[in-house]
């Protein structure tokens, strides 16, 4: 399994935490890896950046408020926000992604799960987080 669809499925469990509050997080990824097709190292790379994402998830909300001018997260699609939550993880967070495959992979998952704007406005936001 590539790094992109790994991604894919990291910001599926983020995404996930936007209808399953009651649920415990570490519970609901377990279920989903459990019916994943892939082998457990794979499984244990994305349970691992999922669980540390949910983890950071108010400082990186807090970047993403900071940096999304006139906008707040809660007017804001969830499927961007997800996406949002995964890269701006990955640039302050993960050392080993560089920042522009970061935010290129954000972008992608932009076009291929988002709105017709989503991929400019994850981009813009992106760009503001990094200058």
Do not use: C
Not at 29 to 46: G, M
Not at 64 to 83: F, G, L
Not at 86 to 114: M, R, W
């Amino acid at each position: 399994m590539n790094r992109r669809i790994m991604r894919e499925h990291i910001f599926k469990l983020i995404f996930s935490i936007e209808f399953n509050e009651e649920e415990k997080f570490e519970d609901r990824v377990k279920v989903y890896l459990d019916e994943l097709d892939t082998n457990e190292e794979v499984k244990d790379y994305i349970k691992n950046k999922a669980v540390s994402i949910q983890e950071k998830m108010d400082a990186i909300d807090e970047t993403i408020n900071t940096n999304a001018k006139k906008w707040s997260i809660s007017r804001m699609s969830k499927v961007d926000v997800s996406i949002l939550r995964v890269a701006i993880y990955e640039i302050e967070y993960d050392d080993d992604i560089p920042t522009n495959v970061a935010i290129n992979e954000a972008v992608e998952i932009a076009k291929k799960y988002g709105g017709d704007h989503s991929p400019s406005f994850v981009n813009g936001i992106l760009a503001k987080v990094v200058n």
